[in-house]
Every structure is written in C-alpha cells, then in structure tokens.
C-alpha cells in the first residue's frame, strides 16, 4: 500500500450531526450568492469506492445573476 492509501485507510466513515451542520452552515453562505434559497438544505455522506458520495440538496425560488469580480 502507498503512503496515501495508509493515510486514507485511516479516515473515519462519516461525519457527525454538529459537523454536517456547521458544513450546510457554510456551504448555504456560498450557495445564497447563486440562488434565492428557499429551506432548510439536507446533507448525506455516504462511502463509496476511492472515497465518499456527498450529495446536498436544496430547494430555490429563483437562480441569481452572479455579480463580475472586480479586477
């Protein structure tokens, strides 16, 4: 096994409930600059082959028009 593999055999398999809510907690900062969210979002973690599956799924009235950055 190489040097990574070890590392990620060690992982653990999920995630706790105050994690997963502090995650939504941010991820909602990013996603309100794209979409007029509308709800609580749902999390779920599940193990797969080489790593994980995360899905989050939320719902939105309306897609935003993202602001240019400024250069």
Not at 28 to 38: G, P, T
């Amino acid at each position: 096994m190489i040097k990574t593999d070890r590392i990620l055999a060690l992982d653990r398999d999920g995630m706790s409930e105050a994690e997963k809510a502090l995650f939504l907690k941010d991820l909602k900062k990013v996603a309100e600059e794209y979409f007029e969210c509308d709800g609580d979002a749902t999390l779920e973690v599940t193990r797969a082959d080489g790593g994980f599956l995360v899905c989050v799924i939320f719902t939105s009235r309306r897609i935003k028009s993202p602001k240019s950055p400024v250069i």
